[in-house]
């Protein structure tokens, strides 16, 4: 009966161990600039600071093809703001990059966002980059 509680016990921390670190690779990406996300391209990369470069709402929405919550909450209206916040962030500005995100409802960490928490409900968060 001891090992079998042992075994079970061990099985769990595994599956549960490996559905954090998968978690977090998944979501690590996220408005940090230093990781690559999963649809990451150097080409896509490329493209994609071109278009917050340009400030190109257009060319990032393109390249976004509706995945992740940031794109339900960037529209024409506010890329501007949202491209700067990148662009310091780019620059190692995480504070103001932080501060800018918020303001768009990005980036809230409350579970508001795509999060495991927040299920995709909520305020959003993230930059698919």
């Not at 060319?59 to 992740?68: E, I, S, V, Y």
Request: charged share 20%; aromatic share 8%.
């Amino acid at each position: 009966m001891k090992k079998i509680t042992l075994g079970l016990g061990l099985l769990a921390l595994i599956i549960f161990g490996s559905a954090g670190l998968y978690a977090s690779s998944v979501y690590a990406y996220q408005g940090d600039p230093t990781v690559k996300g999963p649809n990451y391209t150097a080409e896509r990369h490329a493209a994609m600071e071109q278009a917050f470069l340009n400030k190109d709402y257009n060319a990032w929405k393109n390249l976004m093809a509706g995945r992740g919550r940031v794109t339900q909450v960037i529209n024409q209206d506010n890329f501007a703001k949202f491209a700067e916040a990148h662009n310091l962030a780019v620059q190692g500005k995480t504070a103001e990059a932080q501060k800018l995100r918020q303001e768009l409802g990005l980036g809230l960490n409350n579970g508001a966002g795509c999060g495991l928490n927040g299920g995709g409900r909520g305020m959003g968060r993230g930059l698919n980059r």
